[in-house]
């Protein structure tokens, strides 16, 4: 895999990464200013995306969960086009509707500029392939538990590590 196409993967993981965790700094990071984000219930610029994005994921006493799959990027000088698939699964807490317990496929479009040697989407589309809605609320297991509040054991392990 070239540098340019590793690069832009890694983009796409921290952007999950960032969702995922509720880095919304990390998740603004992926994107060059004056960006445009095209998602389910959401088109327009990457500030406002994320702003969007702030309520739906603090509010919910559950979490995110973005699985990262086929992946292609094709470079053509400071310029890339990437499409990568993904499942992503979302649910409340146990006072939360049911109808926010749910999993979907998806694929990420991505146009992507390199400026000043970092590669950033200039535009995505998330496009929904197909969602399962679970009747039921999910639960999370028992053992270490997922966090989204900056006490994740990746981030304490970035912490003490890097």
Not at 97 to 111: A, E, L, Q, W
Request: proline fraction near 4%.
């Amino acid at each position: 895999m070239s540098d340019d196409r590793r690069e832009i993967h890694d983009l796409v993981l921290r952007y999950c990464r960032g969702i995922d965790r509720i880095d919304l700094d990390l998740v603004r990071s992926c994107y060059h200013p004056g960006a445009v984000d095209h998602h389910t219930g959401f088109d327009g610029p990457v500030e406002e995306y994320v702003e969007w994005l702030r309520p739906l994921l603090t509010s919910k006493s559950g979490g995110t969960h973005h699985m990262i799959g086929n992946h292609l990027s094709e470079v053509n000088g400071d310029h890339a086009v990437a499409e990568t698939y993904a499942h992503a699964t979302h649910w409340g807490g146990p006072e939360d509707s049911p109808k926010g317990n749910f999993t979907t496929g998806v694929r990420y479009v991505d146009h992507l500029e390199r400026r000043d040697g970092r590669w950033g989407i200039v535009e995505r589309w998330a496009v929904r392939e197909w969602v399962r809605r679970d009747g039921d609320s999910l639960s999370a297991a028992k053992g270490t538990l997922a966090r989204r509040d900056g006490t994740d054991p990746i981030d304490n392990l970035r912490a003490q590590v890097l």
